[in-house]
């Protein structure tokens, strides 16, 4: 069994690289990854891969933290694309081999917070 937690920071630095060889092959080849907010998902390495370096438009990612434990790890990115910064959160399992089996992605829309609560917060 590999370490997720190393798996998963090379699955992003390889993306943001666009090193689509080495990205491929943090993943099994069963992979599945899923948007719950989408409600979709790409079963397979090729899929998977092919819908990464598809995206459209000039993109970059910084991670922000990974935590994880013997096979399973969720990770924090800062996502920016030509128009905004997103942040991304993401859920992984590992394969037996160590390569990702699934992953689970989460990309909330920012909001304004709610009147009246002004004197609670600090914007940042």
């Known amino acids: ?7 998963v920071e090379t699955y992003w630095a390889t993306a943001q690289a666009r090193d689509w060889r080495a990205f491929g092959a943090t993943l ?14 790409v079963v397979g390495r090729d899929g998977v891969v092919r819908l990464n370096a598809e995206q459209l438009g000039e993109w970059s990612l910084e991670v922000e933290r990974v935590v ?11 996502f920016s694309d030509e128009e905004e910064e997103t942040h991304g959160i993401s859920f992984f399992t590992s394969a037996p081999d160590g390569r990702i089996q699934t992953i689970t992605d989460f990309w909330p829309g920012s909001y304004e917070p709610p009147a009246g609560r002004e004197q609670l917060i600090e914007r940042f």
């Open 68 to 78: 994880a434990d013997a096979d399973q790890a969720v990770s924090w990115v800062r």
């Open 28 to 41: 099994a080849d069963d992979v599945r990854y899923e948007f719950p907010q989408t409600r979709e998902r």
């Open 1 to 7: 069994m590999g370490d997720i937690a190393a798996t």
